[in-house]
């Protein structure tokens, strides 16, 4: 079969770029939990723990899918367009059940469907749709801009999200999501999304014909498999990698605590809940330089030394939360660096793994070590909230966190090791 470079006068894979920056900045719904909680305790008369339970939730859901939608992303049997349209639609229920719910158990249950939604249509289906439509010389690149748009939502939404919730309710708030996600993400999962380029007799986005390397790394069939990875060391290790990252969510969604706790007291206490949106666009707006930044330096450099610089940068977080945490410049520099926390999460890592194991099962292996980042992401949530009710104060967990960063580092190295200890071709002709 000869592949083509074009279909028509521009190439598929600019929709496929376009289609997965909307889905970015429509579906980002577990970064504004933090406007939520206050509303929701006090309209259902619950603790912040009992409110961020549905985090647990949302964790254990995204545990048990994350495997499944990287076999269905990758299952030539199954039409892309109909897994894409029930990942959007699992978003939008969530978003009803949230706006519509008068009990704990009506938000545990948008807390699943949240994360069938989630882990389907925006976390597995960017890297896989990258990884398949993008050639290596413009991969991180293009990844790094398609996730930027989350960053972009996360800049300007939550301040939105707060002033809906500030004049209309915190139900009003959840509406307005369930219209993004409408209005941006179904239209491209009903009409849009195709699995490979090679199913439209394309070739890879910005593939350079006269390039050995870029043609050899477009070729998906090469790899090894998902049995094998899994057997292997540097599986481990990566998953290790991701659940000490995947604390990091647990803060996130506390900031709105933070601001309440370290501005007590100070002239800056009653703005506390929009000093807590703040920083959240904050945080995005470091999302955004990050995820761009990180994607460049991946491209040029490689993984390994963009790894070390974002760990670094994100480490400074836990830094400035617990030595300049009691004024609103310190949360703001402190949500700053956080912000670098999430393009490692979300480009670094992935493109570690397909370093490391190849595209030939990489929606598999890459599901399943994502699976776990939910499970501790939302378990982090719950037990930060558990540890404010029980001690009444957050500096314990933010210690906690900055040692487990410091074992992140340890374990980043390991991985590195495996950089290119794989013989693809003979694996590949072995499985």
């Known amino acids: 079969m000869v592949l083509r470079l074009l279909h028509g006068n521009i190439h598929y894979g600019w929709f496929i770029f376009?289609?997965?920056?909307?889905n970015q900045?429509?579906?980002?719904?577990?970064?504004?939990?933090?406007?939520?909680?206050?509303?929701?305790?006090h309209a259902l008369g619950i603790s912040r723990s009992?409110?961020?339970?549905?985090?647990?939730?949302?964790?254990?859901?995204?545990f048990i899918a994350s495997p499944l939608w990287g076999s269905l992303l990758q299952n030539k049997n199954v039409s892309i367009r109909a897994v894409m349209t029930t990942g959007v639609s699992c978003v939008l229920i969530a978003c009803i059940l949230f706006a519509t719910a008068t009990t704990p158990w009506m938000l545990y249950a948008a807390g699943v469907f949240n994360a069938l939604g989630m882990t389907g249509t925006k976390i597995l289906a960017t890297t896989t749709f990258s990884s398949n439509w993008f050639a290596a010389n413009v991969r991180g690149k293009l990844m790094g801009i398609a996730v930027c748009f989350q960053g972009i939502a996360g800049i300007v939404m939550p301040i939105i999200i707060q002033l809906i919730i500030n004049n209309f309710g915190y139900r009003a708030g959840y509406l307005f999501l369930f219209m993004m996600a409408a209005v941006f993400m179904l239209p491209w999962a009903l009409f849009v999304y195709v699995r490979t380029p090679k199913e439209m007799g394309l070739r890879p986005l910005g593939l350079k014909t006269d390039n050995e390397a870029l043609l050899v790394d477009a070729d998906l069939d090469r790899g090894v498999s998902f049995k094998t990875a899994r057997r292997s060391v540097p599986f481990f290790v990566i998953i290790i990698i991701v659940l000490l990252l995947s604390t990091g969510g647990g803060y996130e969604s506390s900031f709105s605590g933070f601001a309440d706790e370290f501005l007590a007291g100070t002239r800056w206490m009653a703005d506390a809940a929009?000093?807590?949106a703040i920083m959240l666009s904050v945080d995005c707006v470091f999302d955004f330089l990050g995820n761009i930044t990180i994607g460049v330096v991946i491209d040029r450099f490689g993984?390994?030394?963009?790894?070390y610089i974002w760990l670094g940068l994100y480490s400074c977080f836990f830094i400035t939360m617990l030595f300049f945490g009691g004024s609103p410049l310190g949360l703001y520099v402190a949500a700053a660096f956080y912000g670098f926390n999430g393009s490692i999460m979300r480009n670094a890592i992935p493109l570690l793994i397909r370093d490391i194991f190849g595209p030939k099962?990489?929606?598999?292996?890459?599901?399943?070590?994502?699976?776990?980042?939910?499970?501790?992401?939302?378990?982090?949530?719950?037990?930060?909230a558990v540890f404010y009710d029980i001690g009444g104060s957050y500096y314990g967990t933010l210690v906690i966190g900055l040692g487990l960063l410091a074992l992140c580092f340890v374990f980043v190295a390991i991985a590195l090791r495996y950089l290119n200890r794989f013989h693809w071709r003979e694996n590949a002709s072995q499985q």
Do not use: E, R
Not at 27 to 40: G, I, K, R
Not at 303 to 307: E, I, M, S
């Open 361 to 384: 099962d990489h929606s598999k292996i890459y599901g399943a070590i994502q699976s776990v980042k939910g499970l501790t992401n939302g378990i982090t949530t719950t037990m930060i």
């Open 25 to 41: 900045f429509a579906c980002y719904q577990t970064a504004y939990n933090s406007l939520f909680v206050l509303p929701l305790a």
């Open 50 to 62: 009992a409110v961020l339970l549905f985090m647990t939730f949302y964790a254990i859901t995204y």
């Open 274 to 276: 929009m000093i807590a």
């Open 303 to 307: 993984t390994k030394p963009a790894l």
């Open 18 to 22: 376009i289609a997965i920056c909307c």
